[in-house]
């Protein structure tokens, strides 16, 4: 069974930088796509930044421009870099692994989560 571990997470002032990973335990075939997410307290889980296999990357507008999804195949790791952070972007950050197998079925993985806070 594949798992996602999350780091990075943490208490920073606004204006402030941090980079979040996603670790698999295992290489992933067939991926689908594979994007972070957030819920914040009192809020539904919304996607916040996507990478297809292709490498091309998508983002919701509130971060546009200030956080970058990346990743690293040879260490099964997905990464976002957000800079200049601000109090709305406090919540629980998520990543996931959307994966095809037989028969065109997706398969989601999700990882356990990690704080991020960010203080005016």
């Known amino acids: 069974q594949v798992q996602l571990v999350e780091s990075g997470g943490g208490l920073v002032q606004a204006g402030g930088s941090l980079r979040l990973s996603c670790a698999a335990s295992?290489?992933?075939?067939?991926?689908?796509?594979m994007t972070w997410n957030r819920q914040a307290p009192g809020k539904k889980r919304e996607l916040v930044a996507g990478?297809?296999?292709?490498?091309?990357?998508n983002y919701v507008d509130s971060v546009q421009g200030r956080f970058t999804i990346s990743r690293d195949n040879a260490k099964n790791t997905m990464y976002l870099q957000m800079n200049n952070l601000q109090p709305e972007d406090t919540a629980v950050y998520y990543c996931?692994?959307?994966?095809?197998?037989?028969?065109?079925?997706?398969?989601?993985?999700w990882g356990q989560g990690t704080q991020v806070t960010v203080s005016s």
């Open positions: 996931r692994v959307i994966q095809t197998q037989t028969g065109g079925l997706l398969v989601d993985y």
């Open positions: 295992q290489t992933i075939s067939n991926i689908h796509a």
């Open positions: 990478i297809s296999p292709g490498g091309r990357t």
